[in-house]
């Protein structure tokens, strides 16, 4: 049996998740002394009022190949085999974590790691579409290489509110983060090739907005796409965000998502995003 697995760096919607038959495992959250599961005895809006409450943000960290290994266990029987679709391992270690526990469990499990390249949603698309393959008859090594040929159309855009997180988890100078919330600077950042870079400015929170819809409608063109858009605590923006992508684009498909505690952390509450890739 095919067993599909993520982290919870991945973003979805919880649907997917039952329909499709997907296992997450939490990434690690560390408040001080305190270490939690994400989506286990921590959520969002618990990791909000954290910082909130706190003034600092929480260092994640990616789970351990003990983790990994425990967790297959308990999701698997001997004999299965184990898609293990994860966050671009330039941004993390949960990949490598992965790959080790592979190791350990070759002669239970066939486990095959895959670096989605990408964040949030992208993962989870990534995720929805081994199992749609998988549905469709197609064989291991064939869904696989679905997944790295998908991998090379998603966009990810997204449109920072505050540089204030950035600046308390290390991203931005001080400097930088006073200077853009003086000017109400809105940046605009990108994962691309597996690292995310703020690529523009734009110094309005609506001219940031219109720019994540020409930036999507100048890479798609007419094309039809499946797409979500993601917010960090701002389901208002993200809704009036996927209303314009709706009448902008050729939506074939569209949902809203939570951003993942492990990205917003970086990011802050305010972020909005455009996740994207055309329908072959």
Not at 245 to 269: K, M
Request: glycine letters at 6%; hydrophobic letters at 40%; charged letters at 25%.
């Amino acid at each position: 049996m095919l067993r599909i697995v993520t982290d919870s760096a991945a973003d979805m919607p919880q649907k997917w998740i039952e329909e499709f038959d997907i296992h997450v495992i939490p990434v690690n959250i560390h408040f001080g002394e305190k270490t939690y599961l994400q989506n286990v005895d921590l959520d969002t809006e618990g990791f909000y009022k954290l910082v909130d409450e706190s003034h600092k943000i929480p260092k994640t960290s990616q789970p351990t190949p003990h983790q990994f290994v425990e967790f297959y266990k308990k999701i698997a029987q001997e004999g299965d085999t184990i898609l293990s679709i994860h966050i671009t391992s330039k941004l993390s270690g949960t990949y490598e974590s992965s790959v080790a526990a592979s190791r350990e469990l070759e002669r239970t499990f066939k486990v095959v790691p895959v670096d989605s390249m990408c964040g949030s949603v992208g993962i989870g698309m990534l995720c929805r579409e081994a199992r749609l393959a998988e549905r469709e008859g197609l064989g291991l090594d064939d869904i696989v290489k679905r997944l790295e040929a998908m991998r090379e159309t998603i966009d990810v855009y997204l449109t920072l509110d505050t540089l204030e997180y950035a600046r308390m988890s290390g991203r931005v100078g001080a400097m930088q983060a006073a200077l853009a919330s003086l000017l109400n600077v809105k940046p605009i950042a990108t994962l691309g090739d597996g690292v995310i870079s703020i690529t523009e400015k734009v110094r309005t929170r609506s001219a940031s907005i219109e720019r994540l819809i020409a930036m999507a409608k100048e890479k798609v063109g007419d094309k039809a796409i499946n797409l979500a858009v993601v917010h960090a605590r701002d389901p208002q923006s993200g809704q009036a965000l996927l209303e314009k992508a709706r009448e902008n684009l050729n939506v074939r498909d569209a949902n809203l998502v939570d951003l993942s505690i492990s990205i917003a952390a970086n990011l802050g509450p305010g972020t909005v995003g455009l996740i994207f890739h055309p329908v072959e």
